[in-house]
């Protein structure tokens, strides 16, 4: 499984982005896919942003993103996309999408995920 993250970019405060994660490749024990955004600072851990789960298109999100960011999937793409509206500068980041083969109830803990794609840098100007 490969995970090919894009879209990320310079911006200014209150613009928009979107990032696309394109998932290619899957195991013979993939069941309840999901697929989540993370992000990391220099000075943060990976820190939760939005899920999305493939069976049923539940979506989950951040407290911090709630209102702002929107997670979606097109499964004829293979493609999760994360809309990100009204960016603020605490949004700057390189955002990685990853994917849980096997759901198990903890969407936003990164330990849950299995494959990572290789991140893309979002920088929000003040």
């Known amino acids: 499984v490969q995970l090919q993250a894009s879209g990320g970019g310079l911006v200014q405060a209150g613009d928009s982005l979107k990032l696309t994660c394109v998932v290619s490749g899957r195991t013979p024990f993939s069941k309840d896919v999901m697929v989540g955004w993370f992000r990391r600072t220099a000075l943060s851990q990976r820190e939760f942003v939005a899920a999305i789960r493939e069976n049923d298109a539940s979506t989950y999100y951040a407290n911090s993103v709630k209102g702002r960011f929107t997670i979606s999937r097109d499964n004829a793409k293979n493609a999760v996309y994360l809309q990100m509206n009204s960016l603020k500068p605490d949004d700057t980041a390189v955002y990685y999408c990853?994917?849980?083969?096997?759901?198990?109830?903890?969407?936003?803990?990164?330990?849950?995920?299995?494959?990572w794609g290789q991140g893309t840098q979002v920088t929000v100007s003040s």
């Open positions: 990853a994917q849980d083969d096997r759901y198990g109830g903890f969407y936003y803990s990164h330990y849950e995920y299995d494959y």
